[in-house]
């Protein structure tokens, strides 16, 4: 039985608060929560701006141009040749994640020692061998700079809503010689078997509840000022290290060892726990994209 956010609201932001090959991370409904958050803590000038660049969006790859929808273009951006010619997919699909391994912890590694965007070259054109650490630094610095064409700061805007979310799920910040959970499948009470990383994109941000602005809502009523304060400190690598610390604390070192099928079989604890972080991680996620807007576009 899918829970509710109630469920979460009650212990996500009490229990969780004392622990200091590319899927589409959270899946689009975990993507639209973090947008709705972030559009909820948006100066009413930064949210202008941000609706009328959107609104110049004409490639249709969202249902249509509003924050929510736009937060999953980056994901149909990637994959809209991914069966033909792969030149979106080829040049994008490594700007979702940061693949920090577990025995190492070496973030300039996993971020193939941060190439410098060569001069006169647009973030969007940028090296396919780029983390999205990076990511999220070049474009909201060509979001904030008024020598930005129109349609790169669109695009800019369009990345930055998918990323920002991106480098919150713990499983595209971290890997443990497993693909960032997809080569680990995973079972549990009333979730169809499937990948781990999936289970995290996906069933766990389902499991707070099925309609993305009833969950963006009622997480955003339990957030405390003292929560925005905090969580607004450092960049998108601080937020790369944490998402990595969560997946080291409690994605892999609960799962205990596969049955002989070769399957982890998660207990409610974990699916419980997972859920929880899951909350927690969207919240921040929505508060710091809001913040990243309304420093670019004041």
Not at 168 to 176: F, K, V
Request: hydrophobic share 40%; with cysteine.
């Amino acid at each position: 039985m899918r829970g509710t956010v109630g469920f979460v609201l009650c212990c996500a932001f009490v229990a969780l608060e004392i622990v200091s090959l590319p899927a589409r991370a959270w899946g689009d409904q975990g993507h639209q929560v973090v947008a709705l958050i972030a559009d909820h803590y948006l100066n009413p000038t930064a949210r202008a701006r941000v609706q009328s660049i959107l609104a110049g969006d004409h490639s249709h790859l969202t249902p249509d141009t509003g924050i929510a929808s736009e937060a999953t273009w980056a994901d149909r951006f990637r994959d809209s040749d991914r069966n033909t010619t792969e030149i979106r997919f080829n040049q994008t699909h490594q700007w979702h994640f940061v693949d920090i391994e577990l025995g190492q912890a070496n973030l300039d590694a996993a971020c193939f020692n941060h190439p410098v965007l060569p001069a006169g070259t647009v973030a969007s054109k940028s090296a396919p061998d780029s983390c999205v650490v990076d990511k999220i630094a070049e474009f909201a610095t060509e979001l904030a700079s008024s020598a930005t064409t129109a349609s790169e700061k669109r695009l800019a805007l369009q990345f930055l809503l998918h990323f920002v979310g991106d480098v919150h799920q713990p499983l595209h910040a971290s890997n443990d010689n497993d693909q960032g959970g997809n080569a680990k499948i995973v079972t549990a009470q009333g979730i169809k078997t499937g990948k781990l990383h999936h289970y995290w994109d996906t069933e766990f941000v389902l499991k707070i509840g099925n309609d993305p602005t009833k969950v963006a809502q009622g997480l955003v009523a339990s957030i405390t000022p003292g929560q925005i304060k905090a969580w607004k400190k450092g960049d998108a690598s601080t937020w790369a290290m944490q998402s990595f610390a969560t997946s080291q604390l409690w994605v892999y070192r609960d799962l205990g060892a596969p049955d002989p099928s070769g399957k982890f079989v998660l207990s409610p604890t974990y699916v419980k726990n997972a859920t929880n972080i899951s909350a927690r991680q969207l919240a921040r996620a929505g508060v710091r994209l809001a913040k990243i807007l309304n420093d670019a576009l004041k």
